[in-house]
């Protein structure tokens, strides 16, 4: 039986879309003033060039500071691009081939919404961690949420590492801190004039 992580760290996941004139200093001054286990390079474009250019330019910032960056969905680019891993969408659908493809070390992590049977399947095909969300009702999505009973059993009964994400508050954060191994946060700082003031803000009831 797994036991709880006694405090969980941060996983933190960019905009869907970053200005690489200016997100990579912000970028840094998060990682400077807070200590983060993994960033994940979450943009919504499929523009290869674009994709390839903003990775490039994260991954200086963030290995610098031995953080590991993966990359969502866009697996064939992890290796060439120099990433540590990559983060899929799709449940556990992809574990597998991502597994093959990229060899025991990489990091492979997925996104399984609400579901316990896609976040068992995920692990039992080698996922290093699974991610469940929302955890609140943002508006998007079905509006299906990721119930804390979810967050509860499985820390109970899996050792695969587990993401909360999606919909955090700092009230949230307290609820979940002894069931979940990583806050994943992005959404809900970035906007913000400090990222980083407001990253240690929601993350001080953990």
């Known amino acids: 039986m797994a036991e709880p992580q006694e405090a969980p760290q941060i996983y933190l996941i960019t905009p869907q879309a970053v200005e690489l004139s200016s997100f990579p200093n912000r970028l840094a001054a998060v990682l400077d003033a807070v200590e983060v286990a993994c960033l994940r390079l979450a943009l919504a474009s499929n523009d290869e060039d674009e994709v390839a250019r903003t990775a490039d330019s ?3 910032v963030a290995h610098a500071r031995d953080v590991a960056l993966v990359i969502e969905r866009h697996l064939n680019m992890v290796e060439r691009l120099g990433l540590d891993g990559v983060h899929l969408t799709d449940g556990a659908r992809s574990v597998r081939a991502a597994r093959k493809a990229l060899g025991e070390d990489a990091i492979v992590g997925a996104y399984c919404g609400a579901s316990r049977h896609d976040g068992m399947s995920a692990g039992e095909a ?17 509006g299906t949420v990721a119930e804390d009973g979810l967050f509860e059993w499985w820390s109970q009964m899996i050792e695969v590492p587990v993401v909360a994400e999606g919909g955090l508050s700092a009230g949230r954060i307290t609820a979940l801190a002894g069931m979940t191994d990583f806050f994943g946060i992005g959404p809900e700082i970035w906007a913000e004039d400090d990222p980083a003031a407001a990253l240690r803000s929601l993350m001080a009831g953990a």
Do not use: C, H, M, Q
């Open 58 to 60: 994260l991954r200086e």
């Open 126 to 142: 080698g996922a290093d961690y699974v991610s469940f969300g929302p955890v609140s009702a943002t508006g998007l999505g079905d």
